[in-house]
C-alpha cells in the first residue's frame, strides 16, 4: 500500500512547500495504488489560526481524475483541515488502486473577500 502525494503549485514535486512558497493556495494530486489506501496528507504549510479553522478553513476543492481503465472511483469521505495540512479519507473500493493520480486537491488560504 502507498499513497504518493505529488504537488503541483506553486512547488513541484513530493515535497510540500514552505510557508513562504504556500502564501494563498497548494494544488496536488493524490495516487492511491492500492485498493486499500484509505489517507492521504496533504501538507500545505499556511499555517492556520484556530479561529480559522473553526470557521471552515482552508477551502478545499476536490477534482476527481478519471485516467483510462479505472476500475472503481475511490470517493473522497472527508477532509480534516489542520493547521498546516489536510488529511484527505477515502473509500476502500475494489479495483480503485491505480499508478495514476485518482484527484487533484485545492487548498485555498481565507481571504478577506471570501468571508
Not at 512547500?17 to 502564501?23: E, F, G, I, V, Y
Not at 473522497?76 to 495514476?100: F, H, K, P, Q, Y
Request: proline share 6%; aromatic share 4%.
Amino acid at each position: 500500500m502507498a499513497v504518493t502525494v505529488t504537488y503541483e503549485h506553486p512547488v513541484t514535486g513530493i515535497v510540500a512547500p514552505t510557508a513562504l512558497q504556500a502564501m494563498d493556495k497548494v494544488v496536488a494530486t493524490v495516487i492511491a495504488t492500492a485498493n486499500g489506501d484509505v489517507a492521504a496528507t496533504i501538507t500545505h504549510n499556511i499555517g492556520l489560526s484556530v479561529a480559522q479553522l473553526a470557521a471552515g478553513f482552508p477551502d478545499i476543492l476536490i477534482e476527481h481524475m478519471l485516467p483510462a481503465g479505472w476500475l472503481s472511483t475511490p470517493y473522497v469521505l472527508e477532509a480534516d483541515r489542520l493547521t498546516n495540512s489536510i488529511v484527505v479519507t477515502m473509500s476502500a473500493a475494489v479495483g480503485s488502486g491505480d499508478a495514476n493520480p485518482q484527484f487533484r486537491v485545492t487548498i485555498s488560504r481565507p481571504h478577506s473577500i471570501g468571508k
